[in-house]
């Protein structure tokens, strides 16, 4: 069993930048693909963002290329998200997930989650 647990979410104004961490509970942190996905209000999960087990492969969603960046820390068993230029429409609860399957952007796919963390952008 891996717990996640997302913080760094908060209120922010369009063109503004906030930075998710999710730290996780077990040493075989680096074992995991980790991955961000969000979830809008009356809309579908989707995802964000992945990173492979070493960090040297990450995948993104077209809708934040060049705003968000993946990051991870092995040794403190810490997946980021940097989001940068932030939109209204980025206004979401973000989880952050832990997978086996590289590439994953499938939600199913995914074998434990966070909570979530409310990010909110106003115009």
């Known amino acids: 069993q891996v717990q996640l647990v997302e913080s760094g979410g908060g209120l922010v104004e369009a063109g503004g930048s906030l930075t998710l961490s999710c730290a996780a509970s077990?040493?075989?942190?680096?074992?995991?693909?980790m991955v961000w996905f969000r979830q809008a209000p009356g809309k579908e999960r989707e995802f964000v963002a992945a990173i492979s087990r070493s960090g040297r492969s990450t995948d993104y969603a077209d809708s934040v290329k060049g705003r968000l960046t993946i990051s991870r820390d092995n040794a403190e068993n810490t997946v980021y998200l940097q989001m940068n230029n932030l939109k209204p429409e980025d206004t979401a609860v973000y989880y952050c997930a832990a997978g086996s399957d590289w590439p994953i952007r499938n939600q199913h796919a995914v074998n434990y989650w966070g909570q979530g963390t409310q990010v909110t952008v106003s115009s």
């Open positions: 077990r040493r075989t942190f680096s074992n995991y693909v």
